[in-house]
């Protein structure tokens, strides 16, 4: 298990993988914010750092709902740890990096995929109360994959060139 920790209890969920229906399928706004949504909160928590991941979106462990939890690295070495429900990225700029990212769902393969180098979300927390997340760097990256994720994407989505047929071919290589 990672050392990293939440403080609220979960319960780990079985990741989908790329293939499952669920990861293609937008997710549906949160209309109710109560206590089985704090539930699937902790679990997605618990799951991250049982997986070892730094970010999770709902649909990765089954759950078309609108809502992401992370715990990574700024480009200044500031960690953050958070959840956005109903999460809209209102914008990603700063200039374009390119490095190596993996996914949960794809899990052993990491490739050079571009990012912006800043990005913001605006949605709210578990309770119903706005919430806004800004980031840079690393953790701008992750805020752009999981909002990919409930909009039924994956980081593969956004490779071109010789680093989306690579993946393709390591992909195909996978499934035999």
Not at 45 to 71: C, H, I, R, S
Not at 94 to 104: A, K, N, Q, S, Y
Not at 129 to 149: I, K
């Amino acid at each position: 298990m990672s050392k990293r920790t939440h403080t609220r209890r979960g319960t780990t969920r079985p990741i989908r993988l790329l293939g499952d229906p669920v990861l293609r399928t937008e997710c549906d706004p949160v209309r109710t914010f109560d206590a089985a949504l704090e539930r699937l909160v902790d679990d997605m928590f618990v799951t991250m750092y049982e997986e070892d991941g730094a970010g999770l979106a709902a649909n990765q462990v089954g759950v078309g709902l609108q809502v992401f939890v992370y715990d990574c690295e700024d480009d200044k070495g500031r960690r953050h740890i958070g959840h956005v429900v109903n999460p809209r990225l209102v914008a990603a700029d700063g200039g374009t990096l390119v490095e190596p990212e993996g996914c949960l769902s794809v899990p052993g393969l990491r490739f050079e995929t571009p990012r912006h180098a800043h990005a913001v979300v605006e949605g709210m927390d578990v309770k119903g109360r706005p919430a806004r997340v800004e980031g840079t760097g690393y953790f701008a990256r992750c805020l752009q994959h999981e909002c990919g994720h409930l909009g039924g994407g994956v980081y593969l989505d956004v490779l071109s060139g010789e680093a989306r047929r690579e993946a393709m071919r390591a992909i195909r290589d996978l499934r035999g």
